[in-house]
């Protein structure tokens, strides 16, 4: 009668036919007594008779339950034992209270009563129930599972925990090896290949070109890739995943094996590589290798980069960009720039904070012809700020005169959509004059000699970047050429182009090629730039301080300053240039503080040694011979601990470079 009781439908089944059979007897016993006390008998019978059965047959029922129940229990139980993964069911101690077959086959050294989970995993078994529905990745010596956890019973769910232990080894495996063989493009190109066997003979080129080709066929011959050749200086491989990562671990040295190629026994051959890694499709990893090679080459070329989910890696990069003769491609950008400054109302021109004679110089000379051709052009120059304000102060606005300079508050006033903005001396967004301005334009132009920068502007109509350019004055005296009548400017307006390439020249001492001194050729007659360099008696004081309290670490001259002084953005780029000048001295640096509470690092160089690849490491940038950095939340001595580190993972990096270079000479 247990399971009678247990089912309450019956009960009120039961219960009802009961009440039914007396309703009808109290009926009857008001209507008639005598045929009450006939019909009682029967209907007891009757009714007795019918819930006799009904309770025979639920009682058969419930008792055919009861043994699948009893059927389901065991066989659940046996199923759980005999479950082909492995299960577990722990105590919140961590200790091992149950196991089935599976688990003694998968952990038999581990499957004791008593033992502690630990000796699988350290992961406690309430962390299971975190990712209770896509598992916990554990490894276990060479196999690896993925955790699932439940609770066995309701009662229990404070006390025990059922883990189930799924082996994905050979899936983790499979998934391994799809990464590895994972198809990579490599883009690799010769920098400057036309101008290196330029002059050469036949037999020469010829030579050159099979060194070059088996270098690479051995490259791409250790691996299981592929190798092509599009033109005589450019190259396409793809590669397996498992084999980049040996690369990359080895600092791509094929770049080292490269320079050991001589040409005339004067100059070396420098490869640029692009790597594209992360694309879904071959297409969409030849997209980023060529992204990659182009940010490469916009660095100055000897290096391979690597573009990452966070910007780019890079390696190499030890050699000076190699000067391209040919002025085919200024001559392009000067003829799409003017038609650009022809279909603008307005053009404005402005250059990085902090403006410097470059910066300024090279706006001024731009905008002084684009004004020739008739166009109303300002350069956009923060005065209280600029270092260049004697440059700036040999324009001054006379009435009636249309103002040359324009400060970045009035240039973002008076901005349209169809306006045209260039920016030149620097392509990073976080330094230029005015961000404001920038993002109102329409148009942008960019016109810079900087080695390229992971966070540049992506976005501009021309992007007009040599590395290997002395300045951007440079590089604006070469465009203006083109621009006919328009481009022959008067003397003070040339004289601050010159001012520009001399300031970035050390007076054509530092980073000087054949194009820097045609350049200055043409604005040779256009008057001297000496007095734009001259400093007073103070400035000159600050600066032999600085350059007295310097110290010798690593052929590196390192000068902090502890003082502050408004013109220490300009005495520390001199002190620095100062410093140069002390034998076995191969680069400097000076340490001071600013006005925001930054330490600025000004970095120089003979080229012995490449200050950017130094400030780099720090967050900075610039060119192998002058580089910078702002360094946030710390002081000059902290500074000067992590400039002498870098110092250090430079000189550790350079070591096999040189050793491979002196092995080949």
């Known amino acids: 009668m247990k399971n009678f009781y247990r089912d309450g439908g019956l009960v009120i089944s039961v219960a009802a036919l009961i009440l039914a059979l007396i309703m009808l007897q109290g009926y009857i016993y008001t209507r008639d ?78 499957c004791e009563y008593g033992t502690s989970l630990t000796a699988i995993t350290d992961i406690e078994p309430q962390k299971f129930f975190e990712h209770e529905q896509d598992g916990t990745v ?115 040295e094929i770049l080292d094996k490269a320079r050991e190629i001589f040409i005339n026994d004067r100059l070396n051959v420098t490869l640029s590589i692009g790597i594209g890694r992360t694309g879904k499709t071959l297409r969409e990893s030849e997209q980023i290798a060529q992204q990659a090679l182009e940010m490469a080459l916009g660095r100055g070329g000897d290096q391979a980069a690597i573009k990452t989910d966070s910007g780019f890696e890079f390696y190499g990069g030890v050699s000076k960009g190699i000067e391209r003769h040919t002025k085919v491609k200024t001559r392009i950008i000067a003829n799409a720039l003017l038609e650009l400054v022809s279909n603008a109302d307005r053009v404005y021109i402005m250059g990085h904070r902090f403006s410097d004679l470059d910066s300024v110089g090279s706006s001024v000379g731009l905008a002084c012809a684009i004004h020739n051709l008739g166009k109303q052009v300002w350069a956009v120059v923060d005065y209280e700020q600029s270092l260049a304000k004697v440059l700036i102060d040999l324009f001054p606005q006379t009435d009636g005169e249309e103002p040359l300079f324009l400060s970045p508050a009035d240039a973002v006033q008076n901005i349209t959509p169809n306006s045209l903005l260039i920016i030149c001396d620097t392509h990073n967004p976080q330094i230029i004059e005015s961000t404001e301005l920038y993002e109102k334009a329409e148009k942008v132009v960019i016109i810079d000699h900087h080695r390229k920068m992971v966070n540049h502007i992506d976005n501009a109509a021309i992007f007009h970047h040599e590395p290997y350019a002395s300045s951007a004055s440079e590089m604006v005296t070469e465009l203006i050429q083109y621009f006919g009548d328009a481009g022959k400017l008067r003397p003070v307006q040339a004289e601050c182009l010159l001012a520009g390439i001399m300031l970035d020249t050390k007076n054509f001492v530092m980073k000087t090629g054949v194009r820097t001194f045609e350049a200055a050729a043409v604005l040779r007659k256009m008057g001297t730039v000496k007095k734009l360099f001259a400093s007073s008696i103070d400035s000159y004081k600050r600066k032999t301080q600085i350059v007295a309290e310097a110290e010798i670490y690593r052929k590196c001259a390192i000068a902090p300053c502890d003082f502050y002084a408004d013109d220490l953005r300009i005495v520390a780029p001199q ?29 120089r160089s003979m080229g012995a040694l490449n200050v950017q690849l130094i400030m780099e490491a720090l967050g900075g940038g610039g060119h192998q011979t002058m580089a910078g950095v702002q360094l946030k939340d710390c002081d000059v001595k902290s500074a000067q601990e992590q400039l002498r580190k870098a110092i250090d993972d430079y000189y550790i990096s350079l070591i096999k470079v040189n050793s491979n270079q002196e092995n080949s000479k």
């Open 33 to 110: 007594t005598n045929v009450f006390w006939l019909s009682a008998p029967f209907i007891t019978l009757i009714g007795g008779f019918v819930i006799g059965k009904l309770i025979q047959v639920t009682r058969k029922t419930f008792q055919y339950y009861a043994r699948i129940d009893e059927e389901l229990e065991y066989k659940k139980h046996m199923c759980v034992y005999s479950f082909p993964m492995a299960a577990v069911i722990v105590d919140s101690t961590g200790r091992i209270v149950w196991t089935n077959e599976q688990f003694v086959g998968e952990f038999p050294d581990c």
């Open 138 to 252: 554990i490894t276990y010596g060479d196999r690896v599972f993925r955790v699932f956890a439940r609770v066995p019973d309701e009662d229990d769910a404070k006390e025990l925990t059922l883990l189930f232990f799924k082996n994905i080894t050979e899936f983790k495996a499979l998934e391994t090896e799809k990464r590895l063989s994972q198809p990579v493009v490599v883009l690799i190109m010769v920098d400057g290949y036309e101008e290196l066997i330029s002059g050469c003979l036949e037999s020469e080129k010829a030579h050159v070109s099979v060194q070059i080709d088996k270098l690479l066929e051995e490259f791409v011959g250790q691996t299981s890739g592929v190798l092509r050749k599009n033109a005589s200086d450019r190259f396409f491989a793809v590669l397996e995943e498992r084999h980049i990562a040996k690369i990359i671990e080895g600092k791509v």
């Open 575 to 603: 002190a620095a240039d100062e410093l140069l000048t002390i034998k076995n001295v191969d680069a400097s640096f000076v340490l001071y503080k600013t006005m925001t509470n930054e330490v600025s690092i000004s970095a």
